[in-house]
């Protein structure tokens, strides 16, 4: 008999919540919709670092499948042993696999934002037979073309702005004034544009592991300086099989175009671009989001069930 490694803390109504052990410690991780017949959603938060509450819009799809939600190992309200050897793309993909044998679930759908999209990439390609479908939303699956594409955003800046954030990154100082105002003009811009910012949102940026996102990422979303500084797969889109849709915001950082080029290596995958929306367009366009998602996932069943 296979050792149980997850445990429930919490199970009442539509919902479940527990704790899950993975390489490092535990993981905190909580379905919604539990008992809804449909293939379960899991969904994999960004970061670096971040947590999975900016993600709470999606609950919306549990009205018809378990939608799973989990903090990765040292975010949230995991686990955080602290530890830089943990700290790898391998290693957390890995957890999406611990999450999958711990609920007892054959095939699932996985829905990755940004940082996520890299962790459900590198799952689908370990583990197809237990891999249902793809949304990746915002996605990273390369730093080149992600650097490349923050270049050109930045180049949209005001004159100052652009300056603060050459400076900075000849100097090495990124905590100047000049720096962080550039920062966030870039982040109204490029990562959510909503004049107030959910509560969520807030939520998952208060809880953020900067020494982490810092470790793996660097000290902003357009300076890259961390471990995924070569990261790149997608030379090895083309060995996805399963049903794939890609979404971005026009003004995204992971931009539309780039997207749209990520779209062709993968057959038959689909593309829906938020128009006036950003990297956080499932927060922008809350309702749009949900309807793409929702009838994507409807195609993805009706082709499954006829194979």
């Not at 006036?276 to 009838?295: C, F, M, N, Q, T």
Request: hydrophobic share 35%; proline share 5%; glycine share 8%.
């Amino acid at each position: 008999m296979r050792k149980k490694t997850g445990r429930i803390t919490k199970d009442h109504g539509h919902v479940q919540e527990g704790r899950i052990q993975v390489r490092g410690g535990k993981i905190r991780y909580k379905m919604t919709g539990k008992d809804k017949p449909g293939i379960p959603l899991l969904t994999v938060h960004g970061g670096p670092g971040a947590s999975h509450d900016y993600l709470a819009p999606l609950e919306a799809l549990a009205d018809e499948r378990p939608v799973i939600f989990y903090d990765q190992l040292d975010c949230g309200n995991s686990d955080k042993p602290g530890r830089p050897e943990l700290w790898t793309l391998e290693r957390y993909a890995e957890e999406l696999h611990q999450v999958r044998r711990a609920l007892e679930i054959d095939k699932m759908y996985i829905l990755g934002q940004s940082w996520g999209t890299a962790l459900a990439l590198e799952y689908a390609l370990e583990h197809r037979e237990n891999t249902a479908g793809l949304v990746l939303s915002g996605p990273l699956l390369s730093t080149a073309r992600w650097e490349a594409d923050q270049r050109a955003w930045i180049a949209g800046l005001p004159p100052a702005h652009r300056t603060a954030i050459r400076e900075a990154e000849i100097s090495g100082n990124f905590e100047s004034p000049s720096y962080r105002d550039a920062m966030m003009e870039y982040y109204r811009r490029h990562v959510c544009r909503l004049e107030r910012w959910p509560d969520c949102l807030n939520r998952s940026l208060s809880k953020l592991n900067f020494r982490l996102y810092q470790y793996m990422w660097g000290p902003s979303e357009f300076t890259v300086a961390g471990t995924l500084k070569n990261y790149d797969r997608v030379g090895r889109l083309k060995e996805i099989t399963v049903p794939v849709l890609f979404t971005c915001g026009t003004y995204d950082e992971a931009a539309p175009e780039t997207v749209g080029n990520y779209r062709k290596q993968i057959h038959g995958a689909e593309l829906h671009v938020f128009e006036e929306a950003s990297h956080e367009h499932h927060l922008e366009k809350p309702d749009e989001y949900i309807s793409v998602v929702r009838e994507f996932l409807a195609r993805a069943d009706r082709a499954g069930q006829s194979c």
